[in-house]
């Protein structure tokens, strides 16, 4: 068994470049699909204002943020990231999970989730930027995450948005943070077997 360090020394750069963890990026990426899954089919169309829709949207984000933020800690304490990079880490696992649980245990309408889930992707996707610069060279991926994330920020702060938008704008970020994640992990576990890394 040879770890991400050795590896990164194969790879012929020991300074700026680390081989990322591909499980951590897969789980993460599988994790982010199921919430568009599960609102792409639950629109009903009754539902002329879309507030259940919005009640399932605050219902599923809540639901991700602290399973994401569980999972991304636990996978954060065994990776072989620099101790600064995982208290980063942990501190958005820990942001992720106080939000889903705001979430999940508090009522709120069309503005409620429109603020809440803006705040959250400013700060989150701050984090990410900031992890992805601290590991650059490799952690291309995070750049792409926190930028996609910062970006959910500033439509939600600049755009006004109704129940469908905003649910549907959080929906389109999932699916496009998942599918990134999952090809970015299988691309590392696919150059990780090319150099001889198990």
Excluded: N
């Amino acid at each position: 068994m040879i770890d991400e360090k050795t590896a990164t020394a194969r790879a012929g750069d020991t300074h700026t470049v680390e081989v990322p963890s591909w499980v951590t990026l897969v789980v993460r990426g599988g994790i982010a699909v199921v919430p568009p899954l599960i609102l792409t089919f639950s629109r009903v169309s009754d539902d002329t204002d879309g507030q259940r829709w919005l009640s399932l949207g605050l219902f599923a984000f809540g639901i991700w943020a602290v399973v994401s933020g569980l999972v991304g800690g636990a996978l954060a304490l065994g990776s072989a990231a620099a101790r600064g990079i995982r208290s980063l880490i942990m501190t958005s696992a820990v942001v992720s999970v106080t939000v889903g649980t705001v979430a999940l245990t508090l009522p709120g309408g069309e503005h409620f989730f429109v603020v809440f889930v803006g705040l959250w992707a400013g700060v989150v996707g701050g984090l990410e930027c900031v992890i992805g610069y601290l590991r650059r060279g490799v952690s291309r991926d995070a750049f792409v995450v926190g930028g996609c994330t910062l970006l959910l920020a500033v439509i939600f702060c600049a755009v006004p948005c109704g129940p469908l938008t905003a649910v549907g704008l959080v929906t389109a970020y999932f699916a496009i943070v998942g599918v990134i994640q999952l090809i970015g992990g299988l691309s590392v576990r696919w150059a990780t077997e090319r150099i001889g890394v198990t």
